[in-house]
């Protein structure tokens, strides 16, 4: 069964920094990946996504994040944060069934905290 | 345009009994999921339905129902709960095939 692995449960950053935010998969067939970004008392919001193509995917709020197939990763990325990211980020995967993206499989988490 | 709405926001109810929560996919959405996201946990998908039929399932004891209606909008029913049932309950729609968009989520207590 797919499982997906963030290895870091907190990442503490200053301001205008750049972050990378890590994600791991389980498995190498065919998979769609996303980020979802989650406020405090909110739902989840999606950031972005890779279906195909690009290994390099870019999404809202300056966020990217990079596919890498061999390494079964995927992770996100933002060149400077501002205080508003402060929230917490899934990684999810899901498996292809019929053409649904149906049955997301998520990590555990990564909340991020911005200081000034 | 309404984004996926779930009523309630917010319940308490007791070990053993029933409740139904409820979700309104975004408009021109036609797939329903339901997820459960425990406290300091990521969410565990439970269910999903499409032409008011239950297409996937995950590892969710048969305590855990659901419904979809013509009009696309879905309900989730929990039987007997348990104490371990309180958690964040959120709903996604979607059109089918397409990026799933996740409601703000309905909070249960359990006592």
């Known amino acids: 069964a797919q499982s997906v692995t963030q290895l870091d449960s907190q990442v503490p950053v200053f301001e205008e920094a750049p972050v990378e935010l890590r994600c791991n998969y389980s498995?190498?067939?065919?998979?769609?990946l996303f980020w979802y970004v989650q406020y405090p008392n909110q739902g989840l919001q999606l950031l972005l996504k890779?279906?195909?193509?690009?290994?390099l995917v870019k999404g809202i709020n300056g966020f990217e994040a990079e596919f890498n197939k061999s390494q079964t990763s995927f992770h996100l990325r933002k060149p400077s944060v501002h205080i508003s990211d402060t929230a917490e980020y899934f990684c999810a995967v899901s498996d292809p069934y019929g053409g649904s993206q149906g049955n997301l499989i998520f990590g555990k988490g990564t909340k991020l905290s911005v200081k000034p | 345009d309404a984004g996926v709405t779930q009523s309630p926001t917010h319940l308490i109810k007791t070990r053993g009994q029933q409740v139904t929560l409820r979700c309104s996919p975004k408009s021109g959405h036609d797939t329903v999921s339901w997820y459960q996201q425990a406290l300091g946990q990521g969410p565990q998908f439970i269910f999903q339905y499409y032409e008011e039929e239950e297409r996937q399932r995950g590892n969710f004891p048969d305590r855990f129902s659901g419904h979809q209606f013509p009009n696309y909008s879905s309900e989730l029913n929990v039987n007997a709960l348990l104490l371990g049932d309180s958690a964040l309950y959120l709903c996604?729609?979607?059109?089918?095939?397409?990026?799933?968009?996740f409601g703000p989520g309905t909070r249960l207590t359990v006592t």
């Open positions: 498995s190498s067939v065919s998979v769609y």
């Open positions: 996604a729609s979607s059109r089918w095939g397409y990026e799933q968009y």
């Open positions: 890779y279906l195909s193509g690009s290994t």
